[in-house]
């Protein structure tokens, strides 16, 4: 048997809550319950939270048979009367975290597992959320400055390059009992210092942009590429193809795509199929 909770939140609260659920592809129930049985596996003290009064959401979910069992043990010790009251607690204090941090959290089993793999240098077999399976030499787990999401930095052994995989994608991690030697102490360090998803260290873009693709590129600072060199208004970015690509796209007609060819075909091709869409 399961036990009904009805919690009444701040309506800011919720949303992060409903925003969570759909990001990490996490069913309400398993999020909800899976945020009580860290807290109270962690020993539960009382929380100073504050909470906004003035507009309110009401959150149901089910505590499951494995909460279920110690849960009325759990509310006697720590002397908790009003149950509406803890959850709001616990919910309002994990909504307060950021988002990487909240990932974090969530996905704590499998990022202790690439942790400890990292620290013992043991290659690791990961599965991810669409069925694909890789091995991997594991060397980071980092976030960018920007962006509010984690990531996977490793050497995926049959493609024999630098990747990085978004956490949120692996299904689950396997710990190999091979181990592995660091393949580029520098560039690692690199990648710590200033990490980007994109891997763009020494790779180039050349682009022009017009007046105000200029003023777009001052404003938008998420994955914006860095300057290598600028001449008038041609600039050269260190930039890997698929940064260009995911920053660039907001530009349309205010970035020409210069060199490499190849980048500036792809952009060449999207604007065409673009182009064909609003002749229909």
Same mark, same amino acid.
């Given at each position: 048997?399961?036990k009904?909770?009805?919690?009444?939140?701040?309506?800011?609260i919720?949303?992060?809550?409903?925003?969570?659920?759909?990001?990490?592809f996490?069913?309400?129930?398993?999020?909800?319950?899976?945020?009580?049985?860290?807290?109270? +596996?962690?020993?539960?003290t009382?929380?100073?939270?504050?909470?906004? +009064?003035?507009?309110?959401?009401?959150?149901?979910?089910?505590?499951?048979?494995?909460?279920?069992r110690?849960?009325?043990?759990?509310?006697?010790?720590?002397?908790?009367?009003?149950?509406?009251?803890?959850?709001?607690?616990?919910l309002?204090?994990?909504?307060?975290?950021? +988002?990487?941090? %909240?990932?974090?959290?969530?996905?704590?089993?499998?990022?202790?597992?690439?942790?400890?793999?990292?620290?013992? %240098?043991?290659?690791?077999?990961?599965?991810?959320?669409?069925?694909?399976?890789i091995?991997v030499?594991?060397y980071?787990?980092e976030?960018?400055?920007?962006?509010?999401?984690?990531?996977?930095?490793?050497?995926?052994?049959?493609?024999?390059?630098?990747?990085?995989?978004r956490?949120?994608?692996?299904?689950?991690?396997?710990?190999?009992?091979?181990?592995?030697?660091i393949?580029?102490?520098?560039?690692?360090?690199?990648?710590?210092?200033?990490?980007?998803?994109? &891997?763009?260290?020494?790779?180039?873009?050349? &682009?022009?942009?017009?007046?105000?693709?200029?003023?777009?590129f +001052?404003?938008?600072?998420?994955?914006?590429?860095?300057?290598?060199q600028?001449?008038?208004?041609?600039?050269?970015?260190?930039?890997?193809?698929?940064?260009?690509k995911?920053?660039?796209?907001?530009?349309?007609?205010?970035?020409?795509?210069?060199?490499? &060819?190849?980048l %500036?075909?792809?952009?060449?091709?999207?604007?065409?199929?673009?182009?064909?869409?609003?002749?229909?």
């Amino acid at each position: 048997m399961e036990k009904k909770i009805r919690v009444t939140l701040p309506k800011r609260i919720a949303e992060i809550l409903e925003s969570d659920i759909e990001e990490f592809f996490i069913k309400k129930n398993t999020l909800l319950n899976y945020l009580y049985e860290e807290y109270a +596996k962690e020993g539960y003290t009382r929380l100073e939270v504050e909470v906004d +009064k003035s507009e309110t959401s009401v959150i149901q979910f089910n505590l499951n048979k494995k909460n279920l069992r110690g849960y009325y043990n759990f509310l006697e010790e720590n002397k908790i009367q009003n149950e509406s009251e803890f959850f709001r607690e616990i919910l309002s204090d994990y909504s307060e975290n950021c +988002k990487k941090k %909240r990932e974090l959290f969530l996905f704590k089993e499998k990022v202790e597992r690439i942790n400890d793999s990292i620290a013992e %240098r043991k290659l690791i077999k990961v599965n991810f959320r669409d069925g694909k399976s890789i091995e991997v030499e594991p060397y980071l787990i980092e976030s960018s400055k920007l962006e509010v999401a984690n990531y996977l930095f490793c050497y995926n052994l049959k493609e024999k390059l630098w990747k990085n995989y978004r956490i949120k994608y692996i299904d689950s991690v396997y710990t190999k009992n091979s181990n592995f030697k660091i393949r580029d102490i520098d560039f690692i360090q690199r990648m710590k210092e200033d990490f980007d998803p994109f &891997i763009s260290f020494g790779k180039k873009v050349k &682009i022009r942009l017009t007046n105000s693709g200029e003023n777009l590129f +001052k404003e938008l600072q998420t994955n914006r590429p860095k300057v290598i060199q600028k001449n008038l208004n041609e600039y050269i970015l260190e930039c890997s193809e698929e940064k260009a690509k995911r920053y660039f796209s907001f530009f349309l007609d205010e970035v020409e795509i210069l060199e490499p &060819i190849e980048l %500036r075909e792809w952009f060449k091709n999207k604007y065409k199929k673009a182009l064909e869409q609003y002749k229909k």
